[in-house]
C-alpha cells in the first residue's frame, strides 16, 4: 500500500517568510510524528498527534512553529518567520498506535531558508 | 532522559565479510530499540525493533541485532555485507512513558567496498 507522503520535497523560501508542509501518513495510522534533521542538530523530534490531539509539543524549537492534524490524517507543519537556522530537512512518519508501534517515515521535505 | 549512543562515524567493511554498527543506549526502566537505515535523499527506512521477548531480534534485509540489557547494547549485525548495504544507520530509543518519541543516535556511515 501507499506510504507516507509528503510536500513538498523541495522548499526554498526567504528569510522572513512564512511556510507550510504538508504530511499524509498511512491509511488507518492513528499516530503522526514530525521530526528534523539537520547537519548540526542529527535527527530531532518535534511533535506528535494520536488523532487531532497534540499531547506533547514540547519538541517544538520556538513559538514560530506550530502544527495541526485535521480528520484523523492529513498534518501541517507551520513555521512563522522563518530563519536560517531552520533549514533542514523535516521528516514525518506514522504509527498504527503509540509505544512500541513500528514508525514509518516519509520521504521528507528539504527546506532551504535564504 | 533517554540517549542513545553511536560510537562509529563511519564503519568500512569489504563485500562478503561481517558488518556490525553500534550501539548503546540510556533510559530508566525497559527500553524499546529500533534500527532505521537511510539512502542518499531518502526518508528512513525500518529495519528491526526490540520490544520484549529473545533478545536477537531479525529484521529486514537479512539484518539481525542483539539486547544485551547488561552491557546496554543493542549492536546492529549482518553476516555478509553487499555493497548495497551502503548507507547512513540509525538506532533509535524509545520506553513507556515518552509515547513513541525516538530519540535517535548521530548516525553511522556504512561503506562497503567491492
Known amino acids: 500500500g501507499a506510504g507516507v507522503s509528503q510536500s513538498p520535497s523541495n522548499k526554498v523560501t526567504e528569510k522572513g517568510k512564512d511556510v507550510e508542509l504538508r504530511c499524509d501518513p498511512i491509511?488507518?495510522?492513528?499516530?503522526l510524528y514530525w521530526y528534523r534533521q539537520s547537519l548540526g542538530q542529527g535527527l530531532e523530534f518535534l511533535i506528535y498527534f494520536q488523532g487531532n490531539s497534540a499531547p506533547d509539543k514540547s519538541g517544538l524549537p520556538s513559538d514560530r512553529f506550530s502544527a495541526e492534524r485535521t480528520g484523523g490524517s492529513v498534518s501541517t507543519l507551520t513555521i512563522q518567520r522563518t530563519q536560517q537556522e531552520d533549514s533542514a530537512v523535516y521528516l514525518c512518519?506514522?504509527?498504527?498506535?503509540?509505544?512500541?508501534?513500528?514508525?514509518?517515515f516519509g520521504p521528507g521535505t528539504r527546506l532551504t531558508v535564504l | 532522559a533517554q540517549s542513545v549512543a553511536q560510537p562509529e562515524d563511519q564503519v568500512n567493511v569489504a563485500e562478503g565479510n561481517p558488518l556490525t554498527v553500534k550501539c548503546t543506549y540510556s533510559?530508566?526502566?525497559?527500553?524499546?530499540l529500533f534500527w532505521y537505515v537511510q539512502y542518499p535523499n531518502r526518508g528512513l527506512q525500518f529495519l528491526l525493533k526490540y520490544i520484549t521477548g529473545d533478545n536477537l531480534v531479525k529484521g529486514s534485509y537479512g539484518f539481525e541485532a542483539e539486547f544485551n540489557k547488561s552491557q546496554t547494547s543493542f549492536h546492529l549485525k549482518k553476516p555478509s555485507a553487499l555493497v548495497s548495504d551502503s548507507a547512513l544507520y540509525f538506532c533509535a530509543v524509545t520506553k513507556g512513558d515518552s509515547w513513541g518519541k525516538l530519540q535517535f543516535g548521530a548516525g553511522t556511515q556504512v561503506v562497503v567496498t567491492p
Open positions: 491509511s488507518g495510522h492513528t499516530a
Open positions: 512518519a506514522s504509527s498504527l498506535g503509540l509505544d512500541t508501534d513500528t514508525q514509518y
Open positions: 533510559v530508566s526502566g525497559n527500553p524499546y
